[in-house]
């Protein structure tokens, strides 16, 4: 996962850090570290725990370098995470309709990222497409059905 991160996401300086919020899984104390220098990384944990129906205050740390606590925090991704699960059946944790080969996982993947990324609009009547100006109109399924795709290597 984290190379394609790598691919996607500017390499971050001294200047202008990575801040990254997760669980509490330790795991990407490790992992971090191996893709980026501590020095510009901005990392903090948001760690929920329940006893039963008893649910007990969140618990954030910080990790690396000096994120602010009120940064720290999960909900967006919570939130997304439950998107993905009502909108695309693969994702949902115990199912029938699972993914027999990883490329049809990725395929259904890819075409949610389009359809949430170029048709579905916020309060503002603009997607997250054309708020950050790939996009300059709301697209449906007949454009995306007939765009002609060019290579653009």
């Not at 969140?58 to 009120?70: E, H, L, T, V, W």
Request: hydrophobic letters at 35%.
């Amino acid at each position: 996962m984290f190379n394609q991160f790598e691919d996607v996401v500017r390499q971050p300086d001294y200047k202008h850090k990575i801040s990254i919020y997760s669980d509490g899984n330790d795991d990407y104390t490790t992992v971090l570290p191996e893709y980026y220098n501590r020095d510009v990384l901005c990392y903090g944990q948001k760690i929920k725990s329940k006893n039963g129906k008893k649910i007990f205050p969140a618990i954030k740390r910080k990790i690396f370098g000096n994120p602010s606590f009120d940064d720290i925090d999960t909900n967006t991704n919570e939130s997304f995470n439950s998107i993905l699960r009502g909108k695309i059946s693969r994702f949902i944790r115990k199912t029938k309709t699972h993914s027999k080969r990883k490329h049809a996982l990725e395929n259904a993947l890819f075409l949610f990222q389009f359809a949430w990324n170029f048709m579905h609009k916020n309060e503002k009547n603009l997607t997250p497409a054309m708020m950050e100006h790939q996009a300059t109109k709301v697209w449906t399924w007949g454009n995306f059905l007939h765009a002609k795709i060019t290579d653009s290597n």
